[in-house]
């Protein structure tokens, strides 16, 4: 058997495609190298600390807990926290081998992608060297493209890496299964009945839109597979009906199930948009994600994706019906003529489709570029097959070298901003004037260190620029004129009236935290507690933050008694602590509430708080498994202690009443 030499060099095709596809990943891999250095950012922090929550995942017990004590989402996405523990253990952890797990599955991907493009072409019966070069640029084109690079380097986002990955993997299973029609029907039935089934469950387990892999499969059929019978026998009708149609059918139905919730139309904190105001801004927003993909930035905003502005009706702004109308015509076009541009087809309707959850009506951010992790993959493959069909070999060389050229190199600039948090805020900062978190985040980060004026004048330029009242900027504010002991309360009363108009964010928890505590620390010597109090206590006239059983009423109750703690108010701080737990009841609330109460010398009450975490604990005995908070033992620790303080304290006393 002769070996196939490839002509250009002399050396064994197979070794200069294996050579090509070495090369690619190298080459990601250097584009990607600095931002391995970067840190963790915002959810990060939320999703991957509670590694350390029970002293370290070290046991089943505690396995138990991390793994499937996600809050990310319905399911939680036990299979993406597992993969977590493959980097640590314990918290605070070293950022670099999260980032590192996350280079590796992207290059996974990259390889998945290439064998399902393969496969795709091999059913449009492209030419096996034509379909290599093909499958191999338009990969290229998505390992190195600058927009995923977000997607890579934020830790948390592994969740839509890994549900890609399951996904590319049950269309290739599919795509094999289906093949396999003409031999071995029962094989094939049982192939791709696996494929849909168990990786639609593993996509799911790791982000909620790899649900969307039957639908997935079925553009694929209705692009690629369904209108060559010459090709291709037909599915079986029952079969496709179980495993792609009706599961399509129950996501397009939930969807259309929440556009008709009774508050469509209204603004449901903590967005400041409706759902049918995110309904009319995704149109403007998808064709922002497609001139990113198809015109590369060298820089985008990244994490800071707030400025976008939304939609409040189809003429505002006029872009919007333009937006709608063209997404319209494109879908119809590419329907029209799936069969004879297949490869336009299957880019474009697996762009929608992909986008089909995240981008429609579920109550979720506006905008956030790894949306298009998954829904891009296709993107580039028409345009690579056309250029490759359409140019001489060495013209095809240098165009699709000249772009990986470009799109490396946009990459590595962004992985080199993904470095360090200060290049990061201050990129996107610049970036996007009007993004009130990307403001406040480098106000703060030139804040800490020490630029005290130009911190001002950053926030202050944002507070009027940005139209809307921007909560997160004015408590940012207040809490740099308290460290800098220049706060009054003429300045705490104006903006507690501005915060008092509007719904109370519990993103902003922390802040408002590190605030209160400054204040009570003394670090604003010219603002009382009487004042701070009555801050929190004018939230409560909003009418979505008194209701009595929500969050925001429990965190607002609670600031308040913190306050009224402090000011040695201790009735009147067990009170509102007792509001905030009627509303919101939670073990490690009240042992926190217990704690401030010790730390206070209020003792009788930091045993009433900590009985209360025992009731918790107990009434939640059954779904222990999930429980992430404090044990019985550490509570029985706790209340031996203030026992004993009790102890020494009637000592004291009666020492004193000695003669």
């Known amino acids: 058997m002769s070996t196939k030499i490839d002509q250009t060099n002399g050396l064994p095709e197979k070794y200069v495609l294996a050579g090509s596809w070495l090369f690619l990943f190298l080459i990601t891999i250097f584009a990607y190298f600095p931002g391995l250095s970067g840190p963790f950012v915002f959810d990060d922090l939320g999703n991957i600390d509670s590694l350390g929550d029970l002293g370290g995942v ?40 999260f980032k590192r797990t996350n280079l590796v599955i992207h290059l996974i991907n990259g390889a998945l992608l ?36 977000s997607t890579t380097l934020y830790v948390v986002q592994r969740m839509a890496q890994l549900s890609t990955l399951f996904v590319l993997a049950g269309l290739i299973g599919f795509l094999h299964g289906r093949s396999m029609l003409s031999k071995n029907a029962t094989r094939a039935y049982l192939v791709m009945t696996f494929s849909i089934g168990v990786f639609t469950v593993l996509a799911t387990l790791s982000k909620e839109n790899g649900i ?48 008709y919730t009774s508050n469509f139309f209204d603004v449901v904190a903590p967005r400041d ?46 872009t919007t019906v333009l937006s709608i109308l063209l997404h319209t015509a494109i879908i119809g076009f590419t329907m029209k003529f799936r069969r004879k541009w297949p490869l336009v087809a299957l880019a474009l309707l697996f762009f929608y489709s992909a986008h089909l959850l995240e981008s429609t009506v579920l109550n979720l951010e506006l905008y956030f570029e790894h949306r298009n992790y998954l829904a891009a993959c296709f993107l580039f493959v028409p345009v690579v097959a056309f250029c490759h069909k359409n140019m001489r070999p060495k013209t095809f060389i240098v165009v699709v070298l000249g772009m990986l050229l470009l799109l490396s190199g946009f990459t590595r600039y962004s992985a080199t901003i993904w470095q360090d948090y200060s290049s990061m805020v201050w990129a996107s900062a610049k970036k996007a004037p009007t993004s009130a978190r990307a403001q406040a985040e480098y106000a703060r980060d030139l804040f800490n260190a020490d630029r005290y004026e130009e911190s001002l004048l950053v926030i202050d330029t944002a507070i ?13 504010r207040l809490m740099m004129l308290c460290s800098l002991g220049i706060l009054n309360e003429t300045e705490l009363e ?105 730390s206070n010398g209020f003792f009788h009450e930091a045993l009433y708080f900590s009985d209360k975490a025992l009731t918790e604990i107990e ?41």
């Open 58 to 97: 070290t046991d089943w017990p505690t396995f138990r807990a991390f793994v499937f004590g996600g809050d990310s989402g319905p399911t939680g996405r036990p299979l993406s926290l597992l993969t977590f523990l493959i980097d640590a253990n314990n918290w605070p952890a070293d950022p670099w081998p």
């Open 114 to 149: 290439g064998v399902l493009i393969d496969r795709i072409l091999g059913a449009l019966e492209y030419d096996k060297k034509a379909a290599r070069s093909i499958t191999l640029a338009s990969v290229a084109c998505w390992m190195l493209h600058p927009f995923l690079v």
């Open 212 to 259: 969307l892999l039957p639908l997935l499969a079925g553009v694929i059929e209705i692009t690629v597979l369904q209108y060559q019978p010459t090709r291709h026998f037909s599915l079986n009708r029952r079969w496709q009906f179980v495993f792609i149609t009706f599961p399509s059918l129950v996501i397009v139905g939930y969807l259309c199930q929440r556009a």
């Open 273 to 318: 948009f409706s759902l049918y105001e995110r309904l009319l801004t995704q149109p403007r927003i998808l064709l922002d994600y497609l001139q990113h993909w198809f015109v590369p930035k060298l820089y985008t905003t990244g994490v800071f994706q707030d400025h976008f502005i939304k939609s409040s009706g189809l003429l505002a702004p006029a």
């Open 464 to 476: 009027a620029v940005i139209p809307a009242a921007k909560p997160h900027l004015l408590v940012n």
């Open 494 to 598: 104006r903006v507690s009236k501005i915060l008092s108009s509007t719904t109370y964010d519990r993103r902003l928890t922390s802040i408002f935290e590190e605030f209160a505590t400054g204040v009570i620390n003394g670090k604003c010597p010219d603002v009382s507690l009487a004042a701070l109090r009555s801050m929190f206590s004018q939230m409560l006239t909003v009418s979505e933050n008194a209701h009595k059983k929500s969050a925001r009423y429990a965190q607002i109750k609670y600031f308040i008694g913190y306050v009224e703690l402090s000011d040695g108010d201790r009735a009147a701080a067990k009170i509102s602590f007792d509001d905030s737990l009627q509303s919101t009841s939670n073990a490690a609330i009240a042992m926190n509430m217990a704690g401030l109460m010790a």
């Open 619 to 659: 009434n939640n005995s059954q779904v222990a498994i999930l429980a992430t908070g404090p044990s019985e033992s550490d509570v029985r620790d706790f209340q031996s202690i203030v026992r004993a303080d009790i102890d020494r304290q009637q000592e004291a006393d009666i020492s004193g009443l000695t003669p």
